[in-house]
């Protein structure tokens, strides 16, 4: 008879990309999940991995029987969250988070969710904005929080918080006697966020619309190595003012005296539409009381 053993082994297998990182994640021995699996192909009389080829690829019939794994065990935690005290549910959730918030308030998030749900074990992912919004859809992930530029009608959102960000630049890059008017930035290159990035599109769209298209940019999918390429006088980049405030009080950075500097990136929590798990809607509650872009590294207290 089939188990949700059995379907978490196989949803993991393809998920991790193998049975022995499927067995470390399951703490269980990688022959413990093999026979799982086994078991489950005996049960059905169908092979689902392709056995010919090295690695875990899935037949046909194991993709159809992972699609079915995958909504089951969507079921059972639906089960589990609403016939169970909150504080006793048993789960993993994965939460999708930009760099910033990965650098800066996570580690607060991730303490309060551990204390408030012991049984709840969380897998972060740390990626751009739009690879995170198709990983959500995709039912990768459970959760994102992402800056608020992604419109997109499946998904339901919750405002968390905003961060300001200025021009800044490595000291004497650019002359701070005067405001520079936001054309006169264009003499310098533009250090910004790769395309795919929710600030970059942002950013993108709102230079556009200032009627400035930069000449001279690079483009990275790093918060850090845009910090770092700014601090190395490369160009002019905008960056969260108090996250990196301690490197302009290093003598590292100075903010550009500009006429007009860029707009602040609001942050949402985003979920697929429809979901009505009250686990992950308590988690939005905690992102949102939790938020804070003001430093890095800030602790789980």
């Known amino acids: 008879m089939m188990t949700f053993k059995q379907l978490e082994a196989l949803y993991w297998i393809e998920h991790l990309g193998g049975f022995a990182a499927a067995a470390r994640h399951l703490h269980t021995t990688q022959s413990a999940i093999s026979k799982r699996i086994q078991e489950l192909e005996a049960d059905f009389g169908t092979q689902l991995f392709d056995r ?26 639906a089960a589990m969250e609403r016939f169970s005290r909150m504080e006793m549910i048993r789960r993993q959730v994965r939460i999708g988070v930009t760099e910033l918030t990965a650098l800066t308030w996570l580690p607060r998030l991730i303490g309060a969710i551990r204390e408030r749900y012991p049984g709840v074990s969380i897998e972060p992912d ?22 608020d530029t992604l419109k997109e009608p499946r998904v339901t959102w919750t405002r968390l918080g ?11 890059l650019v002359p701070n006697d005067k405001p520079l008017r936001l054309q006169e930035l264009d003499r310098y290159t533009l250090l910004t966020h790769a395309e795919k990035s929710g600030t970059g599109l942002l950013y993108d769209r709102w230079l556009r619309a200032q009627g400035i298209n930069p000449h001279h940019t690079i483009r990275t999918n790093s918060l850090v190595a845009l910090i770092g390429m700014t601090v190395s006088g490369l160009g002019v980049s905008y960056l969260p003012r108090t996250c990196v405030s301690w490197l302009i009080d ?25 979901s009505e798990s009250a686990l992950i809607a308590a988690l939005v509650a905690l992102a949102r009381e939790h938020c804070n872009f003001s430093r890095m590294f800030q602790t789980e207290s």
Do not use: F
């Not at 690829?57 to 699609?67: A, D, I, K, P, V």
């Not at 905003?162 to 004497?172: A, F, L, R, T, Y």
């Not at 290093?250 to 985003?270: Q, S």
């Open 162 to 172: 905003s961060v300001e960000n200025v021009w800044m630049c490595k000291p004497g």
């Open 52 to 77: 010919t080829r090295r690695g875990a690829w899935l037949t046909e019939s194991g993709e159809q029987m992972l699609e079915l794994a995958k909504h089951l065990l969507e079921q059972r935690d």
């Open 250 to 274: 290093t003598g590292m950075l100075e903010v550009v005296n500009a006429r007009r500097p860029p707009p602040e990136v609001r942050y949402v929590a985003l979920r697929r539409a429809g």
């Open 126 to 147: 740390v990626d751009l904005s739009t690879i995170l919004r198709d990983k959500l859809l995709a039912g990768e992930l459970d959760l994102i929080i992402v800056p």
